[in-house]
């Protein structure tokens, strides 16, 4: 009986436990950019200074981040949160807003995405550096490819084009002697 009570406290400390983490990372960790819909998510970055400039704000407020979710993962859009589904991924907004502020992006730049996921970082991009600019994402998944191009194709005429790549480094047949 001794035994049943311990085991029964140490599951309810456990469940406890587990509780209070996600509380504390909810209130200390967590983000709190999170919107309704694209302009309450663009709103929050805004008011909670990570979106400064007015190009970075009228670039999130040109690109829905909804359009760019798979179909699965869309009731997620406007949260303030990464998402992945397969091979499509997408970073936290605020870590789009960070780069793009910290990123000194004019008309007519040139910039590369390694790594583009779903082609959201690079349609930020390029409502600010334009048609003029040049914009390529580079993503090792055709599928991926074909998801980001399709998305990015209905922000045109701005400059956005995601390629697939893949790196040969660190393979055995790249590290071989060639002499």
Request: hydrophobic fraction near 40%; charged fraction near 20%.
């Given at each position: 009986k001794i035994h049943d009570t311990i085991t029964h406290i140490t599951k309810h400390h456990l469940l406890l436990e587990g509780f209070l983490a996600r509380i504390y990372l909810q209130i200390?960790?967590?983000w709190r950019c999170s919107?309704?819909?694209n302009l309450d998510l663009c709103m929050q970055l805004k008011s909670n200074g990570i979106i400064k400039s007015p190009?970075?704000?009228a670039s999130f407020i040109a690109t829905d981040r909804k359009h760019f979710c798979p179909e699965e993962m869309e009731d997620y859009a406007y949260d303030d949160r990464p998402i992945r589904h397969q091979h499509v991924?997408?970073?936290a907004p605020h870590i789009y807003a960070s780069a793009l502020e910290t990123l000194d992006l004019k008309e007519g730049c040139k910039f590369l995405c390694i790594g583009s996921g779903s082609g959201y970082f690079c349609t930020l991009v390029g409502h600010i550096i334009g048609p003029t600019g040049i914009n390529h994402g580079i993503e090792i998944f055709e599928e991926v490819v074909e998801f980001a191009n399709v998305k990015a194709?209905?922000?045109?005429p701005m400059s956005c084009k995601v390629l697939e790549g893949k790196s040969e480094a660190g393979t055995e047949e790249s590290a071989a002697p060639t002499g």
């Open positions: 200390m960790c967590a919107g309704r819909n190009a970075v704000e991924h997408m970073s194709a209905t922000y045109k």
